[in-house]
Structure formats: C-alpha cells, structure tokens
C-alpha cells in the first residue's frame, strides 16, 4: 500500500478529489508514492485530519450520481484519528465531551 493509498483508506466513507489529497501530501512532507509503513502513520493521520477540515465547511455535496451529507460525526472522525495517534492538541479541538473548569482560585 501507498502512502496515496493509506489516506483514501483513513477517508473512507468520504471520497475526495485526489488533488486535494496530493496537496495534503506535499504540506506533510509525505512521498505520494512510498510505501506506507508504522513511521508514516501520524504524517498520514495529519494529512487525513487537513482534508477532513476541508469537508467541515460542507453541509453536504453530489457528484456523479451521488451525495454526501456532513454532520459533527465528521468531527468526531477527526477526534478519533487524533487521538489515537497522540495529536492531542487537535483532539483537545474537536473533543466534543462536556468539561470540568477549575474556577476555585478566582474566590
């Protein structure tokens, strides 16, 4: 498998136009054609996460013959492939879970 490839599959059920994916290629530094192996996994997943953003801004798209619909599931998605690879800071972004805030030093 190609790093071209393990993006489409982190994507799935979400096609983009391979453009756009070569574009997140190059902003990560990741060789399209290389074979994808354990150390490309977190510059794979950030190239992932760069094209699920792009899709946030959609509520929904058709293209040949079929359509897509976006909710907050698309961030729960990027959630999850954050998370699971250690990019806390982007998960923390999109981490929909209510919070505790410590506000005991303002009494």
């Not at 574009?23 to 992932?48: F, N, W």
């Not at 293209?63 to 999850?80: A, C, E, M, Q, V």
Request: hydrophobic share 35%; net charge negative; charged share 30%.
């Amino acid at each position: 498998m190609k790093n071209f490839e393990a993006i489409s599959a982190s994507l799935y059920p979400y096609d983009v136009d391979p453009f756009l994916k070569e574009k997140a290629c190059i902003d990560e530094g990741i060789d399209t054609q290389a074979d994808y192996t354990v150390t490309d996994k977190i510059s794979v997943a950030k190239a992932t996460i760069a094209i699920l953003r792009n899709l946030i801004v959609l509520a929904s798209e058709s293209n040949g013959g079929y359509s897509l619909s976006y909710t907050d599931k698309l961030g729960k998605r990027i959630f999850h492939i954050a998370k699971e690879n250690g990019l806390d800071d982007i998960a923390e972004e999109f981490d929909t879970r209510s919070k505790i805030t410590d506000i005991s030093d303002q009494w």
